[in-house]
């Protein structure tokens, strides 16, 4: 088992072997870890749909884009805010901090009360999870590679270049890894 603090707050990066649909070329920020299972969101997938659509009073206060987007194939009647933590402030009642630089927002909360104290939010509906030992397993098979989060990866105006730019700023092989075609067999 590895280690909860250890993937916690991390990004698990889709290698280019991982082709099932749902998670091909696909940047999760890892939520949680533990010993029953795991759970995170899909940062690069956003909908065609305004977060104002289902909740109106956040529309202003999201990051751009700001779309509902897709945190992954599991619980997607449900919608969860996840936020950067800026550095030095304290947190409001309505904000969870999940690791040093991230949050979850309760969204039933005033947006007002929330935003000052929070870099910037980004809501999604649904996540992805894991049962006990399936994302180590996944580990194993080497379907991702597991780097460091920066808040811009959560809140990224341009989630469609996320992928890259992530494995790009890692250097070395994931850099190149970063270059190759979407389709695996032109590489």
């Not at 009360?113 to 194993?140: I, M």
């Not at 469609?160 to 190759?180: N, Y």
């Amino acid at each position: 088992m590895t280690d909860d603090a250890a993937l916690r707050g991390r990004l698990l990066v889709a290698t280019p072997r991982l082709r099932e649909p749902t998670f091909h070329r696909t940047v999760i920020l890892l939520l949680d870890h533990g010993e029953e299972g795991a759970i995170g969101v899909v940062l690069n997938r956003p909908s065609t749909v305004d977060v104002g659509v289902v909740l109106p009073d956040w529309q202003e206060h999201v990051s751009d884009p700001p779309r509902l987007f897709h945190g992954g194939p599991v619980g997607l009647d449900g919608a969860m805010g996840v936020a950067a933590l800026p550095h030095g402030t304290g947190l409001s009642p309505e904000v969870d901090r999940v690791t040093g630089r991230f949050g979850l927002v309760d969204l039933d909360a005033e947006p007002t009360s929330v935003a000052p104290h929070v870099g910037g939010v980004r809501v999604f509906a649904g996540h992805a999870g894991w049962g006990a030992g399936q994302l180590e397993d996944e580990l194993a098979e080497r379907a991702w590679y597991v780097v460091d989060a920066v808040p811009d990866d959560v809140l990224t105006a341009e989630p469609e270049k996320l992928w890259r730019k992530v494995l790009r700023r890692q250097g070395g092989d994931l850099a190149i890894v970063s270059t190759f075609a979407e389709d695996a067999s032109l590489n």
